[in-house]
């Protein structure tokens, strides 16, 4: 399999094909940041944050740099003022759901994102996916999911399957970037009172 030749902010780099755009970054010690993407999952591309600028014969256009695919001859911007103004943008979005995760805030900082410029809808959940993925896709139990759609959408627990297989494991919850996750495991196991989940 021949190695792909691309540029990224201005260096030659040598990827293999099947990899992303942000695995050929990573790869050279060029940072991107991302709240979705796991290592033990599917790239997902939900949380936008790792959006770049992608240039091909002359046409340029923003991607999500986890799901793009290398290619050769690709040219890539992953800091310009543009880029960073879109990433503050989603960033000030972000915290307007979640506005005291330290890892949003970290990462609103670094962008001068302002936590204040929309008003907030207190959710806690940014809809990254990772809880949904991680029990999917790697415990394959399938005990919490996606509930409703589009702004009215948030994480749940089905509590009979929460109850059996969640207290012994919680691996998901060092995950969840904001407190979303660990706030609707506590309201699921108050909701399946009188039967209460196990205690470790």
Not at 107 to 116: F, R, T, V, W
Not at 125 to 133: A, E, I, K, N
């Given at each position: 399999m021949s190695p792909i030749l691309l540029k990224i902010d201005g260096a030659k780099v040598q990827a293999q094909e099947g990899m992303s755009v942000w695995e050929a970054a990573a790869s050279v010690g060029i940072a991107i940041p991302s709240l979705c993407l796991h290592g033990q999952l599917e790239p997902y591309g939900a949380c936008r944050v790792c959006m770049v600028e992608v240039e091909v014969k002359g046409w340029t256009r923003l991607?999500?740099?986890?799901?793009?695919?290398?290619?050769?001859?690709?040219?890539?911007?992953?800091?310009?003022?543009?880029?960073?103004?879109?990433?503050?943008?989603?960033?000030?979005?972000?915290?307007?759901?979640?506005?005291?995760?330290?890892?949003?805030?970290?990462?609103?900082?670094?962008?001068?994102?302002?936590?204040?410029?929309?008003?907030?809808?207190?959710?806690?959940?940014?809809?990254?996916?990772?809880?949904?993925?991680?029990c999917a896709e790697v415990k394959k139990l399938n005990v919490v999911g996606f509930v409703d759609r589009g702004t009215r959408r948030e994480i749940g627990f089905i509590p009979e399957l929460a109850a059996k297989e969640c207290w012994n494991c919680k691996e998901c919850f060092p995950l969840c970037p904001t407190s979303a996750l660990q706030a609707a495991y506590v309201l699921t196991e108050a909701l399946y009172a009188p039967h209460p989940f196990p205690k470790s």
């Open positions: 991607v999500a740099s986890c799901c793009y695919p290398v290619e050769p001859d690709l040219v890539v911007r992953t800091r310009s003022t543009k880029i960073d103004k879109i990433r503050k943008t989603i960033l000030e979005l972000l915290l307007a759901h979640a506005p005291d995760s330290p890892q949003l805030k970290a990462m609103g900082q670094e962008y001068g994102a302002n936590p204040n410029r929309f008003e907030k809808e207190a959710s806690f959940c940014v809809h990254c996916g990772l809880c949904v993925r991680y």
